[in-house]
T-cell receptor, first 113, second 110 residues
Framework: DTAVSQTPKYLVTQMGNDKSIKCEQN?????MYWYKQDSKKFLKIMFS???????INETVPNRFSPKSPDKAHLNLHINSLELGDSAVYFC????????????FGPGTRLLVL | QKEVEQDPGPLSVPEGAIVSLNCTYS??????FMWYRQYSRKGPELLMY????GNKEDGRFTAQVDKSSKYISLFIRDSQPSDSATYLC??????????FGAGTILRVKS
């Protein structure tokens, strides 16, 4: 069973389009994250939700809007896609107060043309 | 200057070598120190975790934290081709935000 899953795995789209990435975890965790990994492998946090509440909101363009319908799901909607949005987006989850490990999903490779 | 500095490599070693990977950081509030391993086209996975200063050993892996120097290390003994991956250091203070280094690409040649 996949612990943290993301859909889609690959996303190729045109500049200006709007797209969504979905994440689901079946680990019973209460905290979920979105990270962006650029072409140089630098992994940077974007957002974090704890029990559906936004607790981390880094300096990210407001074209990016996360949404957590419940503790097990965290989605990322991106409006008006730009070339610089091309990256790998990772979802992760963790139980706050539990073990230190963040469990990462397989990533969504986004290419904006 | 980035909060966490890590040499991106690549670092290429022969099988069986001892590998040393390092990160330096500037934020003295960091208390939790981690090493993640990321294979190509996969998500990162936690390898080692240390709270505050000290050493921690797990099999062929040893993590060291020197908070006075703001310097952390990961040593891999008897390196194997299967250790070839990108190694990311990560750290946080008492908050929830994890700050990653840029990652070091390691290649172990058989």
């Amino acid at each position: 069973d996949t612990a943290v899953s993301q859909t889609p795995k690959y996303l190729v789209t045109q500049m200006g389009n709007d797209k969504s990435i979905k994440c689901e975890q079946n680990l019973g965790h209460d905290t979920m994250y979105w990270y962006k990994q650029d072409s140089k492998k630098f992994l940077k946090i974007m957002f974090s939700y704890n029990n559906k509440e936004l607790i981390i909101n880094e300096t990210v363009p407001n074209r990016f809007s996360p949404k957590s319908p419940d503790k097990a799901h965290l989605n990322l909607h991106i409006n008006s896609l730009e070339l610089g949005d091309s990256a790998v987006y990772f979802c992760a989850s963790r139980l706050l107060g539990g073990e230190e490990t963040q469990y990462f999903g397989p990533g969504t490779r986004l290419l904006v043309l | 200057q980035k909060e966490v500095e890590q040499d991106p490599g690549p670092l290429s070693v022969p099988e069986g070598a001892i590998v040393s990977l390092n990160c330096t950081y500037s934020n003295s509030a960091f208390q939790y120190f981690m090493w993640y391993r990321q294979y190509s086209r996969k998500g990162p996975e936690l390898l080692m975790y240390t709270y505050s200063s000290g050493n921690k050993e797990d099999g062929r892996f040893t993590a060291q934290v020197d908070k006075s120097s703001k310097y952390i290390s990961l040593f891999i003994r008897d390196s194997q081709p299967s250790d070839s991956a990108t190694y990311l250091c990560a750290m946080r203070g008492y908050g929830n935000k994890l700050v990653f280094g840029a990652g070091t690409i390691l290649r172990v040649k058989s």
